[in-house]
């Protein structure tokens, strides 16, 4: 079973606008991925933090970790058309399989 | 553009047919994975290969054979699919082996091979 659950499943926003993406989790973790998908093609990997860090930042994406909470959000800021996709977080460490979360449909309309 | 490679691209088969889906990854990773992934779902784990050895098989029915011939190459093997069987298959790799790729090592994935079986 997927351990994360995403939160909305859905978005849409205007170009310009941040998106904020939140993903829970159930069990302790290691650390927490965050992933971008296009339709019909493979994930690819946006920023890991580590259950020791609060937040990340990379470029236009920020990342925080609320371990007490078992959640992280992933924000987006001035969103682009081009940054249209899924997202899904990914929980690991302690050995166990890197789970997905059900991800988040983010559409950035021009 | 990424630098796990899959092939085919595409690939329609019937029930009674044997093929194969290949990927190659030549950025010196020690684990590739293999991943199926149905139509507005995540990614689910199938098999985990370490040192070219089979670290994990998430009861993958025996119609699937995975192969790693070599520390580049991972190879997936079907025969007598079902159509339930058609989704999007997905190579990745990690650059530290099993375990120690879930504590810190992000998942460097294909493009998928996007299979329907008829």
């Known amino acids: 079973s997927q351990q994360g659950e995403e939160d909305p499943q859905a978005l849409s926003i205007q170009e310009g606008e941040n998106a904020t993406m939140n993903c829970s989790y159930k069990t302790s973790i290691n650390n927490l991925q965050w992933y971008r998908q296009n339709s019909g093609r493979g994930l690819v990997h946006l920023i890991l933090i580590r259950s020791n860090e609060r937040e990340k930042h990379s470029g236009r994406l920020r990342v925080t970790l609320d371990t007490s909470k078992k959640s992280s959000s992933l924000l987006i800021t001035a969103s682009r058309a081009a940054d249209t996709a899924s997202y899904f977080c990914?929980?690991?460490?302690?050995?166990?399989?890197?789970?997905f979360g059900e991800g988040t449909q983010l559409t950035v309309n021009p | 553009d990424t630098e796990v490679t899959q092939t085919p691209k595409h690939l329609v088969m019937g029930m009674t047919n044997k093929k194969s889906l290949k990927c190659e990854q030549h950025?010196?990773?020690?684990?590739m994975y293999w991943y199926k992934q149905k139509a507005k779902k995540p990614p689910e784990l199938m098999f985990v290969y370490s040192y070219e050895k089979l670290s994990i098989n998430e009861s993958v029915p025996s119609r699937f054979s995975p192969e790693c011939p070599n520390s580049s190459l991972l190879n997936l093997h079907l025969h007598a699919l079902q159509p339930e069987d058609s989704a999007l298959y997905l190579c990745a790799s990690s650059q530290s082996a099993w375990p120690l790729s879930s504590y810190n090592s992000p998942l460097h994935f294909g493009n998928g091979t996007r299979l329907t079986v008829t």
């Open positions: 990914a929980t690991g460490g302690s050995g166990s399989r890197l789970t």
């Open positions: 950025m010196g990773h020690r684990a």
